[in-house]
Each structure stands twice: as C-alpha cells, then as structure tokens.
C-alpha cells in the first residue's frame, strides 16, 4: 500500500464525506476508503478511532467551513 501526500486526514475526510453524501453513513466502510485511497485501514483509524469519529470530523469540519463563510 502507498502513502497517502499530503495531508492524509483532509483526504480520508473528503473521501468519507463524499462517501457519506453518495452512499449513506451505514452503507460505507473503512475498507472503501482504503481501497480508494491506497492506504492500510490502520493508517485511517490512526485518524480516526471509529466511523463515529469520521462522521463528527466530517461534520466539525461542515460547521468551521460554515462559520468562516462572509
């Protein structure tokens, strides 16, 4: 598996978020990021403990956008 350039957390978090959008959040899994992305699912839960943990970092990450909008 390679190493994700980069910044790897924005890039699970953009994978995860379009998988939420496309998919579901209970119709995904940490193997469809890491079959997409290149990586070992380990280096996803280094991130991200759980798909909970992805789920609120999907939406944290919504919420900050939404506030530095003028």
């Known amino acids: 598996m390679n190493k ?3 910044d790897s957390k924005s890039k ?3 994978l995860g978020e379009t998988l939420l959008f496309k998919k579901g959040f209970n119709r995904f899994s940490y ?4 079959t997409t992305l290149g990586i070992k699912k380990s280096s996803i839960h280094y991130h991200f403990p ?3 943990d992805l789920g609120l970092g999907v939406i944290h990450r919504a919420r900050i ?3 530095l909008e003028p």
């Open 4 to 6: 994700l350039p980069g």
């Open 50 to 52: 759980c798909k909970c």
């Open 65 to 67: 956008c939404r506030l």
């Open 12 to 14: 699970i978090l953009d």
């Open 31 to 34: 193997a469809d990021i890491a």
